[in-house]
């Protein structure tokens, strides 16, 4: 991993770090973080066109946290990416900038041509997208026919139950999928929202690790039960790790060990199920 955070790095002096990347042939696995830098709108995509001509390049971890990039950024460096022709995993954690919903539908569709993709995480935190470009974003995965492993990073964003119903049913059309983290802390999704959810993942048929985020949303205990009958439904899920954690100061004393209560023996008949390999819930 090569880390160059706060280095006042512009676009030209990125491109030739990455120009110099070229010159190592065999590289396989790349790890860049430039968090905190200047590179700018078209320093991200002259950074991806460096790497394209990485010609054995199959992962990619590139850190562009904080480095004032708008949507031509990152629609570019997707366009850009595309020709890295080996590409298998793509970490990208762009948060911290000012794309909007058209450089997020624009990078998600000029990464569907990656045609070996089958690894892909986003952080997208502090942008300026709309929970519509978070629907967007996941109806357009239908055209990642290989995609296996998917990492979403989507907090702070308002999502209510209508959205994450949306989002949910974008990817059953992910026929491939078996390894989904969904990062959801403080958004607005309720029991309603998080159970179609459920219902809507339970279809994906090669699912086996599900690890959602859902740290301070709008879900009381008492209302859990039939989200883990859910649960339970799956089949072929093995690895199961939620955060369902909530604020605890808005209930009183007696009416949280009520909900505890009630949760705790939603969650032991769960833990009865004989496929799960690994199970965390935490509450």
């Known amino acids: 991993m090569l880390s160059l955070r706060n280095q006042r790095i512009g676009k030209q002096t990125a491109q030739k770090l990455c120009s110099a990347f070229v010159k190592c042939q065999a590289l396989k696995y790349l ?3 430039l968090e905190s830098n200047q590179i700018g709108i078209s320093g991200a995509p002259q950074l991806g066109s460096s790497l394209s001509k990485c010609i054995n390049l199959q992962e990619i971890n590139l850190g562009l946290s904080n480095n004032k990039i708008r949507d031509k950024g990152p629609i570019g460096l997707g366009l850009q990416l595309v020709n890295s ?9 762009i948060s911290k900038n000012k794309m909007r919903d058209v450089g997020l539908i624009g990078l998600i569709q000029s990464l569907s041509l990656c045609e070996n993709l089958t690894s892909l995480t986003l952080n997208l935190v502090h942008n300026k997208i709309t929970t519509s470009g978070f629907v967007s974003l996941c109806q357009a995965l239908i055209n990642y026919k290989k995609l296996v492993t998917l990492q979403l990073f989507i907090k702070f964003f308002k999502i209510n139950d209508e ?8 990817f059953v059309n992910c026929k491939n999928l078996q390894n989904l983290t ?14 179609n959810l459920g219902s809507f993942l339970q279809k994906c048929e090669l699912l086996s690790t599900v690890k959602l985020n859902l ?8 209302q859990i039960q039939n989200f883990f009958n859910i649960l339970r439904s799956f089949k072929s899920v093995s690895v199961i790790e939620i955060d369902l954690r909530q604020y605890q100061a ?3 004393f007696f009416d949280l060990k009520i909900q505890k209560n009630i949760f705790q023996k939603a969650m032991k008949k769960l833990q009865k199920c004989q496929r799960l390999v690994k199970f965390t819930i935490l509450s």
């Open 31 to 33: 790890c860049l973080d």
């Open 85 to 93: 022709k080996s590409l298998q995993t793509l970490v990208l954690d």
């Open 163 to 170: 959205e994450i119903t949306d989002i949910g049913s974008a």
């Open 182 to 195: 969904l990062e959801l802390k403080y958004n607005q999704i309720k029991i309603q929202g998080l159970n």
């Open 215 to 222: 740290f301070k949303n709008q879900i009381k205990y008492t």
């Open 250 to 252: 808005d209930y009183s």
